[in-house]
């Protein structure tokens, strides 16, 4: 008996491996590389695109070029069989339709901040079409509008406007090197929010290819397509290539404050009275985010440093579109609590608002933002919901105490109400 079942063993083992040998195969692997290949060299109407496959020597830093994740960096994460940086719509439809011949999964990257890593991730065979090629920003300051391809980050479409005029803006996220395809397409928002609402009210068109490679616009799409892609994420219906965005008025000045307190400064009274002034009762031209986070202060003697001790931070980051003799006017009313003062304010161009607003020292050039790796890349987990109502001090103590056991733990709090609140949620209208 024991001899038959370990020669059964022998035969399922001699099994397995042929197998393995046979999947692992350099003939076969390169089978199925060159088809693909020539099935999307046979769809490109231009040349062919650039491609990528794990043996490329460019293979590992063309895929970590856009991880802001770095959990999604290790050894262990799924690679793409195939990275494509396409420079024409006809060489991602291609891919498109090569890819569903060969059962493949694609998945889309533009800026690469997903918090999870969607965008260059999968259990399964997938192809990465990677668009950071695809990034030219056209912008009409006649009709208030601009085209914008997906993988433009926020910061170039910032910029872009600033360079054909200072009174004009767009309503999008802080971190300027989030993509516009992720970022609209998935209900990103800004400091602006509370006086324009979201990045995707202001979109007038869209280009995207869906699964069968057919490249239609907002007419050819239709309004429900159109409305699921304001929101509800491209990916699940297409590629999307550009967007046509409405760009919003701004006024020449705008003023920008950020002031950082801690426990022993009055962190959690402030924090609970921000939650009840920030999203209502003020102008829609203001708003004060809030981030929380652990910060180590050093406890001095006459001069000499005697230890150091964790605290909790608060830092209150305002952006008022209007100039600062107006805002501390209006803080004095509703916000005296938080004790702003001339000196606290900074008056600038909106386009220097938003290099300011990201975290950057005064003096940072606006060129910056240009610079699509100039934050730093981290290893997080994070999670977003809504807060739907003021969370009283002990809740806020509770936070705090579970933050101080923690490495680097933080919590940013955006602020609405103002016009989002007067945004139908079943139908976006255009805003005028
Ligand atoms: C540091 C940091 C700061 C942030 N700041 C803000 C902020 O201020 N405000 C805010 O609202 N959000 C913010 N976010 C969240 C950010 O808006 C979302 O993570 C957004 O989806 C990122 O877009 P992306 O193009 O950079 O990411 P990607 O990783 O490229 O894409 C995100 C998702 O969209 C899909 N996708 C991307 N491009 C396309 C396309 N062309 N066609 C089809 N599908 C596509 C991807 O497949 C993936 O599922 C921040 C995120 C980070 C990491």
Request: with cysteine; net charge positive; glycine share 8%.
């Amino acid at each position: 008996m024991e001899s038959t079942s370990s020669s059964s063993f022998v035969i399922l083992s001699a099994f397995i491996i042929s197998f393995f040998l046979l999947a692992s195969s350099p003939s076969k692997a390169l089978t199925q590389e060159d088809n693909f290949l020539q099935c999307v060299a046979s769809h490109s109407n231009q040349s062919m695109p650039q491609l990528y496959v794990p043996k490329s020597p460019s293979f590992l830093s063309v895929l970590q070029s856009s991880i802001y994740n770095l959990r999604f960096t290790s050894p262990a994460t799924p690679k793409p069989l195939f990275i494509i940086t396409p420079n024409h719509e006809s060489q991602i439809r291609a891919v498109v339709v090569c890819s569903k011949k060969h059962g493949l999964k694609i998945t889309v990257r533009s800026g690469g901040h997903d918090f999870e890593g969607l965008s260059y991730r999968a259990n399964v065979p997938f192809v990465l079409i990677d668009l950071v090629n695809f990034r030219t920003i056209d912008v009409n300051i006649k009709d208030n509008s601009a085209w914008v391809q997906a993988g433009a980050t926020l910061g170039e479409v910032y910029y872009r406007i600033a360079e054909k005029s200072p009174v004009h803006g767009f309503p999008a996220g802080a971190c300027h090197t989030v993509g516009v395809g992720g970022h609209i397409s998935g209900g990103g928002f800004g400091l602006m929010v509370r006086k324009y609402g979201m990045a995707a009210d202001h979109v007038l068109d869209a280009r995207i290819i869906n699964a069968k490679g057919e490249i239609l616009d907002r007419k050819t799409m239709g309004e429900d397509l159109f409305w699921a892609i304001r929101g509800g994420g491209v990916t699940s219906f297409g590629v999307l290539l550009a967007w046509k965005i409405r760009l919003v008025p701004v006024p020449p000045t705008v003023t920008v404050s950020t002031m950082a307190k801690t426990l022993e400064q009055g962190a959690t009274e402030l924090v609970h009275k921000w939650q009840s002034v920030a999203s209502y009762g003020v102008p829609d031209k203001l708003s004060i985010a809030l981030h929380v986070g652990v910060v180590d202060t050093v406890n001095n003697n006459n001069g000499t440093r005697i230890g150091s001790r964790r605290t909790i931070q608060a830092t209150f980051t305002t952006l008022f579109l209007g100039p600062a003799a107006q805002l501390l006017q209006v803080m004095e009313k509703k916000f005296p609590e938080l004790g702003m003062k001339q000196e606290d304010c900074k008056e600038m161009r909106w386009v220097e608002s938003t290099v300011r607003t990201a975290g950057f020292p005064d003096g940072t050039l606006v060129d910056i933002l240009l610079n699509r790796s100039s934050l730093p890349k981290t290893t997080f987990k994070a999670k977003s919901d809504f807060v739907t109502r003021s969370i009283p001090k002990a809740g806020l103590e509770g936070i705090w105490k579970r933050f101080l056991k923690e490495e680097r733990p933080e919590l940013v709090i955006g602020v609405w109400g103002g016009r989002v609140n007067r945004i139908s949620n079943i139908r976006l209208h255009f805003l005028t």
